[in-house]
């Protein structure tokens, strides 16, 4: 091996490690994206609605909505899925922290820690999306 190279044998030459993905792989990773929605929203569906109930935001809830009706098909649009997690997650970025607290006081809920929280997540899986793409 030359000085500046790397040589790669076995698996990882003959599996792509340096070629782009192949559709193969770009349909396993969607498809790991879409598994990985369902199981937030059946852990923190709940939550997330809760939440986007408390803030009042049409918005928000109208992408949640949209996710369980991209869901209730027996195989969910990954682009469906990805612009209902935009929406959510743009009703959720635009909150001052002082609308979060008024909003827990009034309704008895973590507001603010569940904004960041669920933000998060939905940060997570959006990236992951445009790692699958």
């Given at each position: 091996?030359?000085?500046?190279t790397?040589?790669l044998?076995?698996e990882?030459?003959?599996?792509?490690?340096c070629?782009?993905?192949t559709?193969?792989?770009?349909?396993?990773?969607?498809?790991?994206?879409v598994s990985?929605?369902?199981?937030?929203?059946?852990?923190?569906?709940a939550?997330?609605?809760?939440?986007?109930?408390?803030?009042e935001?049409?918005?928000?809830?109208?992408?949640?909505c949209?996710?369980?009706?991209?869901y209730?098909?027996?195989?969910?649009?990954?682009?469906?899925v990805?612009t209902?997690?935009?929406?959510?997650?743009?009703?959720?970025e635009g909150?001052?922290?002082s609308?979060?607290?008024?909003?827990?006081?009034a309704?008895?809920?973590?507001?603010?820690?569940?904004?960041?929280?669920?933000g998060?997540r939905?940060s997570?899986?959006?990236?992951?999306?445009?790692?699958?793409?």
């Amino acid at each position: 091996m030359r000085h500046g190279t790397r040589q790669l044998s076995g698996e990882r030459a003959r599996h792509g490690a340096c070629h782009p993905a192949t559709g193969l792989v770009l349909r396993r990773r969607v498809a790991g994206f879409v598994s990985a929605v369902d199981t937030y929203l059946r852990r923190h569906g709940a939550s997330l609605c809760d939440l986007l109930d408390a803030l009042e935001d049409p918005t928000g809830f109208t992408g949640l909505c949209d996710l369980h009706t991209a869901y209730s098909q027996p195989f969910p649009d990954p682009k469906a899925v990805q612009t209902a997690l935009r929406s959510i997650h743009r009703a959720l970025e635009g909150l001052a922290p002082s609308a979060l607290d008024r909003i827990g006081q009034a309704r008895n809920l973590p507001a603010s820690d569940m904004t960041m929280w669920h933000g998060a997540r939905i940060s997570e899986l959006l990236a992951r999306f445009s790692y699958a793409r």
